[in-house]
């Protein structure tokens, strides 16, 4: 059965993008929108931008990096895990035997 589409429309940048999404992805989409608006409002204020597309791009990027950064920082964690898991697997192992 196709799931129902909602129809909303986001505001990014001065301009309206009508979407239509499944309900369960609004809540996330909305929240991404206002992200961005707090990200261009900070760079317009921080920085003598004028260009929309200019702070479209910077805010981009920032998000890029982010998520990219977020990437290595759980790629790390996994690694950190695994080896203290295989360390007490060594531990439990000399215990048992």
Do not use: C, H, W
Not at 2 to 19: F, G, H, M, Q
Not at 28 to 40: M, N, Q, S, V
Not at 42 to 48: D, L, T
């Amino acid at each position: 059965m196709a799931t129902e589409k909602l129809k909303i429309k986001i505001s990014i940048a001065d301009r309206v993008y009508p979407l239509s999404i499944r309900p369960e992805q609004e809540e996330g989409l909305r929240k991404a929108a206002k992200k961005i608006e707090e990200t261009i409002k900070s760079f317009e204020q921080n920085y003598a931008v004028r260009d929309k597309q200019d702070v479209l791009a910077m805010s981009a990027l920032q998000f890029a990096a982010e998520t990219e950064q977020s990437k290595i920082s759980g790629s790390q964690d996994i690694e950190k895990a695994s080896f203290k898991l295989e360390e007490l697997e060594r531990l439990v192992n000399k215990q048992l035997k």
